[in-house]
Antibody
Framework: EVQLVQSGAEVKKPGESLKISCQASGYSFTSYWIGWVRQMPGKGLEWMGIIYPGDSDTRYSPSFQGQVTISADKSISTAYLQWSSLKASDTAMYYC???????????WGQGTLVTVSS | EIVLTQSPGTLSLSPGEGATLSCRASQSVSSSYLAWYQQKPGQAPRLLIYSASSRATGIPDRFSGSGSGTDFTLTISRLEPEDFAVYYCQQYGSSPRTFGQGTNLEIK
């Protein structure tokens, strides 16, 4: 069974750094892409970017390029989304999802709620 | 960037009725790479339809997708109580991948 288990909720202050995780199981981690999607409170879904853990090929949406970093550690089947300096506007639910080569997101994690507040 | 516009924003229907949700793209969607997702409150999105008209594994046949080019439709033939949710379309044929703003299907 394909499973994506995300790390727990985070409460941070503006300017702090953060790295959230998405651990995959039930399939070959290096054979599929992992995408990240943002959902701000009460809003819709936004595509952030995607990584292929097999060779770390990473593509970002222009809206998120330079704002976050997507990475993966294939030794532990885990993908990451990180910020170097959080802003209040980063407050959102973040989902990871397994994608195919075209970017279709078939299996989703449960989401990680990130709250940034002073 | 392809902009997806979903209509209506909110659809109020009763169980047993049929629902038609629309997704219009600002440019042609390559290879009909258009998907539909369902999201219930407090849950992650779930893939319903991919390649415009193919149902994902385990999705009931009352859900169907159609369309090509710039106009796509999700049809739910007979609404069950568990179908009331928010529905998003997504194109994955061009970079960056984009989502529509969603249609809220609510109980009348």
């Amino acid at each position: 069974e394909v499973q994506l288990v995300q790390s727990g909720a985070e409460v941070k202050k503006p300017g702090e750094s953060l790295k959230i995780s998405c651990q995959a199981s039930g399939y070959s981690f290096t054979s599929y892409w992992i995408g990240w999607v943002r959902q701000m409170p009460g809003k819709g879904l936004e595509w952030m970017g995607i990584i292929y853990p097999g060779d770390s090929d990473t593509r970002y949406s222009p809206s998120f390029q330079g704002q976050v970093t997507i990475s993966a550690d294939k030794s532990i089947s885990t993908a990451y989304l990180q910020w170097s300096s959080l802003k209040a506007s980063d407050t959102a639910m973040y989902y990871c999802a397994r994608g195919d080569s075209s970017g279709l997101l078939e299996f989703w994690g449960q989401g990680t709620l990130v709250t940034v507040s002073s | 960037e392809i902009v997806l516009t979903q209509s209506p924003g909110t659809l109020s229907l009763s169980p047993g009725e049929g629902a038609t949700l629309s997704c219009r793209a600002s440019q042609s969607v390559s290879s009909s790479y258009l998907a539909w997702y369902q999201q219930k409150p407090g849950q992650a999105p779930r893939l319903l339809i991919y390649s415009a008209s193919s149902r994902a594994t385990g999705i009931p046949d009352r859900f169907s997708g159609s369309g090509s080019g710039t106009d796509f439709t999700l049809t739910i033939s007979r609404l069950e109580p568990e179908d009331f949710a928010v529905y998003y379309c997504q194109q994955y044929g061009s970079s960056p991948r984009t989502f529509g703003q969603g249609t809220n299907l609510e109980i009348k």
